[in-house]
């Protein structure tokens, strides 16, 4: 289905009961966004805990749809792909754009194959890592990613491997950095081309700074009333870019050492090539004992070997037990609450 500014009330006057979910969800949204009200409802993806409902202001998510349409220079009449949920604020911010900049919704059932029937070109994507992999490994459907000029990538960690074959594309593809509380994100790292960085970019209005935890603050006036403390490791470089190095709840404290488990992570996907996660248990001696959970098609029998001469010993799991599936959260992130409740039921 395609949406634009021309037919959006005929798209609410044809709503029924016989309409696709994800329409209705635009309808829901739409109907939100244009009451009289000048704030929405948003809710967080519940990533590492229960997920929040807070408000915002429909200006707020404005401004921030102005900022990315000019960063990445989408105008009126672009083709733009929604396939994300709308439960979620990426999903949300793709519609808020396209109001904003006048662009056309192509819209698609949220799944793991976004381009699966897309037969339009595309001049802009938002997709989170398990999407765009899984689009990678059917031809038709790559070829349709390259011919989409631009493409953004959020909501988890993108991997080695993802990275390496995104490196490859002929089009413009970015990391984005941002969460619910920012209305997406507020700053961007080039994947591929001459642009290529290792390190995030934010707009030029926002101003970034470090708490005495070692976390990142986040000054973004035009998305955020207030100042943000966020619960991200990172370092802030003299150019003003900065680099996430993981979670301040990720941290796990095992015989006095704190291990960033998402550094553990990154260096175990050379190895692992199916899913898994590093999570923790309360230990008596070392207090808290790193466990690692991999899917149940996973040849564990050489996994500690091959562990042992890539980590030093205090970063390696104490254990190893394989899962039906890795937890995740509404909006693909793996939950790392369930996954601290899944390790303790199996140690």
Not at 39 to 52: A, D, L, N, Q, R
């Amino acid at each position: 289905m395609i949406c634009n500014a021309d037919n959006i009330q005929q798209l609410i006057s044809e709503v029924s009961d016989n309409t696709p979910q994800i329409q209705r969800d635009l309808y829901n949204f739409l109907a939100d966004w244009f009451n009289e009200s000048p704030y929405i409802t948003v809710h967080t993806s519940g990533s590492t805990g229960t997920p929040k409902e807070f408000t915002v202001r429909k200006e707020q998510m404005m401004q921030s749809a102005i900022l990315t349409c000019s960063f990445l220079h989408l105008y009126k009449g672009d083709n733009v792909l929604l396939c994300m949920p709308l439960q979620y604020i990426a999903g949300k911010m793709v519609v808020v754009r396209a109001l904003v900049a006048g662009l056309t919704l192509i819209l698609r059932t949220p799944s793991g194959h976004p381009l699966a029937d897309v037969d339009i070109p595309l001049r802009f994507a938002a997709m989170i890592p398990l999407q765009v992999y899984n689009t990678l490994q059917v031809k038709e459907e790559k070829k349709r990613l390259c011919q989409t000029e631009i493409l953004i990538i959020g909501g988890g960690a993108i991997n080695k491997e993802l990275e390496e074959e995104i490196q490859q594309l002929p089009n413009m593809v970015y990391s984005t950095y941002g969460m619910t509380e920012t209305l997406s994100h507020i700053a961007l790292r080039r994947l591929n081309g001459a642009e290529a960085s290792q390190v995030y970019t934010p707009f030029s209005s926002v101003k970034l700074s470090i708490s005495p935890e070692g976390t990142l603050i986040i000054n973004a006036p035009l998305v955020c009333d207030e100042t943000l403390v966020t619960n991200d490791i990172a370092q802030i470089h003299s150019d003003g870019t900065f680099t996430i190095l993981g979670r301040k709840d990720n941290i796990v404290n095992t015989g006095g050492i704190k291990v960033q488990i998402e550094c553990v992570e990154e260096t175990l996907r050379s190895i692992i090539s199916t899913t898994f996660a590093i999570t923790a248990v309360p230990h008596p001696g070392l207090g808290e004992a790193i466990v690692l959970l991999v899917e149940k098609t996973t040849d564990t029998e050489r996994l500690p070997d091959q562990i042992a001469s890539l980590l030093p010993k205090y970063q390696q799991p104490k254990y190893i037990r394989k899962v039906d599936a890795i937890p995740l959260t509404g909006s693909g992130k793996t939950d790392r609450k369930a996954c601290r409740q899944l390790a303790a039921k199996l140690i």
